[in-house]
């Protein structure tokens, strides 16, 4: 059974730093880019970053540009997001995602239709 299992969310205050983490199981996504999304409240679910299977390519949205880095270690199968000068508007649940076999789109890893794999998501909450 596949698994993703995210961590490392939690109540923040405006301009600190989290880390999450994401671990899988159940198959190797060693060869496999893996995304994270957000989602908040009343909002589509959105994309944050994605990384190539072996991190040579890093893709992030818009919105976390140049404040949040995705990396991952295949030995640990676990992918990472790390998320600094936070601001009240990254307020959402965080979600790792690994893709389908096929994938439809020129930007097909900001997209949630190409994704799998989901984990049940961890809680990020930011506070001015």
């Known amino acids: 059974q596949v698994q993703l299992v995210e961590s490392g969310g939690g109540l923040v205050q405006a301009g600190e730093t989290l880390r999450l983490s994401c671990v899988t199981s159940?198959?190797?996504?060693?060869?496999?880019?893996l995304g994270w999304f957000r989602q908040a409240p009343g909002k589509e679910r959105e994309f944050v970053a994605a990384?190539?299977?072996?991190?040579?390519?890093?893709y992030y949205g818009d919105s976390v540009k140049g404040r949040f880095t995705i990396s991952r270690d295949n030995a640990k199968n676990t992918v990472y997001l790390q998320m600094s000068s936070l601001k009240p508007e990254d307020t959402a649940v965080y979600y790792c995602?690994?893709?389908?076999?096929?994938?439809?789109?020129?930007?097909?890893?900001?997209?949630?239709?190409?994704?799998?794999?989901w984990g049940q998501g961890t809680q990020v909450t930011v506070s001015s």
């Open positions: 990384i190539t299977w072996n991190s040579d390519i890093t």
């Open positions: 995602a690994a893709p389908r076999d096929i994938q439809y789109g020129m930007d097909w890893y900001t997209s949630q239709y190409n994704y799998e794999y």
């Open positions: 159940g198959r190797t996504f060693s060869r496999d880019l």
